[in-house]
């Protein structure tokens, strides 16, 4: 083969892997050894990418492989031998240009390949998993359930023994934080140390393990259990209570966020989880619950600042929305495939918009949660002011001869008014974007998307002559933000709309208004006049809005400047414009031919065309409706109104919360390939369709988002089970068996034990998609349970603990370090659910240096120790103390937390208000305990740390106290500032404290 062809091979930026030991038979082992050499080092210009790709050169299918760089077998005549182990740069790969070469291992490894048959496997991950036989161990007493002989039988092969049980103490404090996120209480150790029994006697053991599965139901079945797993999941959902970007505004989800945590209490099937999350508003007769769980794909940032297209955001909300289901069901960077080709994983960018396809024909809208307590009270509210309502004639100043009166004056008045109007139905009706569907009644309702500058037009082709005036009715509707009338749905109040321009033409002339009137007009915000009247002058900035009175119908009538006649057809445009998305949602056109100039009245189509007609001809029910619009308007019952009136403002609102719903069928979203994945570049037309590498899609399946979650938790999905499970391993031993847990593809690390894993995930499946059984059957394996102390042999065969030879040693989560203080000082709350809460942290924290500011007043009362799965979240500045402590911002889907050590963390340790009341807390209840000082130190260190204190911690700790007492007698230390409290006992509390503050700070408070 000729050596001169003309390819390069560029090296990506990703973590190298090293080639693992070959096999017993010592034959090269492709996918451990080769593909992570090729993936590394070749696929960025000889992979899956056409637009990128060198020499028309592959290196991810062997077919291609084999017509022009590789000889099968003769490693000699192989180009790529030849590149590899050239001597001049010029001609080696890769490139000197990459500054990165490959070891002579590696030469080694692809030179033995081809010389044994350059044979190809298919990655790991993308093959169904399949449960191998448990594998024989030598250590046969060690194992206590399945997940112990895959780790035994590699440790075995290693050369290494398993650790020692943990004691008690320590293996209760790790599956109590692992599975409910909380340090055991006392009380909680105490009764199972006395289940155990002393552990001289012969039956120990076994004791130990009945009692600590006790334990572990317990905790399996605690509603702290759903709060701690919550957590963790918020994280993939990129959980947030504001919308990000640069006004990060607040926003209402955490309804959702309350489904979590009870849908993991209740242990549903991961199945369904999933399936309600995705798509539960597609489900047949979806229940509330079910709805609000679609808020998973609600989580993604709203941007508001004014010169956005909001368009433009929502196509990136969708983006946001595919790689994110790549993340937590395929554990596969979908996101690569935005804009080209993926360049390592055989994902084009064509199946990646057909994936995406399924999630963008979703609309967005608030969810009003229906509430039984709600509605009664309503309801109890409402009697009470139909009650008022039929009696507040009775309270008519004069009584009935004065009402009667009155009633006919105003009625004389308001009937002079009123004309005869006629509803025009449009005989074609056209938009810039939106979708406009005509109702029975006449009306138009708008949906779909919407531009910051919406138009409609309207033609009408009724045989109508001299038309004088035309009427815009703006109504509310169940269907609109806020009800309507409006659509406007972010960064403006919601329900809004702004008309700023209105223009009718006939023969292509148009056609001039003379006048025009509203019922009521509000523009918000902005320096434009709001009027109907200047919905005609040739002025973008001013128009008609009715902004303060959202989910109210009003009407604004236009005069023409002389009468019309229809029969040639008229157009009506109207333009909604503002710096943000303000079109009408709910509309009527109506038409009249009277001469008596038409003004708008307030009173409703209805009852003005009741006014219209003459005394005699109404009937007694129309009747009726005008003396209840009299009573409704006079002023002489202005009074006896108020109270209604504050009963109608005091009807309780239903929880709102931020949901998904499918477009109707009749006006689908089309999905479209970007070029280079820019919005401004939308290409050719996709249709929704997954990745070809996986299982594919039901024929009979519907290509909507149900049918997509359903695809996803198909038992023949090969990532799903697999990337669940790695995910709850990697929560209890700080690393998963792919430590990559968010990349399965070509570039993800492989599993330190692939057997282990394909078992878990078929086990998984077959235990009903059981997240308490997999947790369970974790935490009872003889795996978790050793003792985590690394030995010197440890530390030289297998310092990353990658084989399991001792237990887990790691970090907590931001959030656990909070509420294990709480926990341990006895303040923390017990409330679950509802709006999230303020702790107290600074207020120059969200308001100094930021544009998005907002005024973080701590909360009172319990709400002030709530959990830290509660406290609220603002994007752009998340509370401190997590922060600090590597905790999320909720802008983007985050499968695995990093976990730093910095001095800031020691800091906060020291001096946060939350520490420091905990510590308080803690020194007050130390300091009026009776007993010795170390018979309260003991006690002081337990309630920290759980287990007791050895006697040289406890001889320490007891002169440290002495030490601390000494200063603050001396006044060397602030005792009224250290206790919090100025009293006799000041002191006795501020040296008690600085000795919980001390324990708070040490290695093993913050680590499981």
Known sequence: MKRNLGFCMLVCCTILWGASVAHADDKVDFTREVRPILSRYCFKCHGPDESTRKAKLRFDVREKAVEKVIVPGQPDDSELVARVFAEKASKRMPPASTKMELTEKQKQILKRWIAEGAEYQPHWAFVPPKQAPLPACKQKDWPRNSIDHFILARLEASGLRPSPLADLYTLLRRASLDLVGLPPTLEEVDAVLAEVGPMENPTYETKFQAAYEKFVDRLLASKQYGERWARRWLDLARYADTNGYEKDRQRIIWPYRDWVIQALNADMPFDQFTIEQIAGDMLPKPTPDQIVATG??????????????????????????????????????????????????????????????????????????????????????????????AKIADKFPGGVEAQNKSLAEWDENESAKAVTWRVLRPAAMKTNMAFLQMLDDGSILASGDQTKSDTYELTFKDKLRGVTALRLEVLPDENLPARGPGRAYYEGPKGDFFLSELSATMGGQKVSFSGGSHSHANGGFGAGKVGAQYCFDGQAGTGWSTTDQPGKPHSAVFNFAAPVDLDDGMALTMIFERHYSCGLGRFRISATTDVKKAAATGHGAELESILAKAAQDRSEKEKQKVLRRFLHVTPALAEPRKEIEKLRASLPAYQTTMVMKERPKHNPRSTHIHHRGEFLEP????QAGVLSILQPFPKDAPRDRLGLARWLVSPDNPLTARVTVNRQWQAFFGRGLVRTTEDFGLQG??????????????????????????????????TYQQAARATPEHLEKDAENKLLARGPRVRLEAEMIRDSLLRSSGLLSAKQGGPSVFPPQPSSVTTEGVYGAIQWKPSAGEDRYRRGLYTFLKRSIPYAMFATFDGVTGEVCQARREVSNTPLQALTMLNDVVVMEAAQTLGKKTAEASGSVEERMRLLFRQVLTRPPTQPELTALVDFQRRQRERLQSGALNAKQIAGGDDANAVERAAWTLVARSLFNLDEMVTK
């Open 683 to 686: 290409r050719d037309q996709v």
């Open 749 to 782: 690390e492989f599993p330190t034990h692939p057997e282990l894993l394909d078992w878990l995930a078929v086990e998984f499946v077959k235990q009903g998609w059981s997240i308490k059984k997999l947790h369970k059957l974790i935490v009872m394996s003889a």
């Open 296 to 389: 998973f794909h609600r989580n993604t940032m709203i941007n508001e600042e004014g010169g956005i297209d909001p368009l433009e955001f929502r196509y990136y909300a969708v983006v946001d929305r595919a790689n994110t289901t790549g993340t937590v069901w395929l554990g596969l960077t979908l996101g690569c495939a935005q804009c080209h080709t993926h360049k390592y994983d055989p994902v084009p960018q064509r199946e990646y918009y057909q994936l995406l396809a399924f999630l963008n024909n979703a609309d967005e809208p608030d969810y009003e949660i229906p509430n039984a307590d709600i509605a009664k009270r309503r309801a109890g509210i409402e009697t009470r002011i139909a009650d008022l309502e």
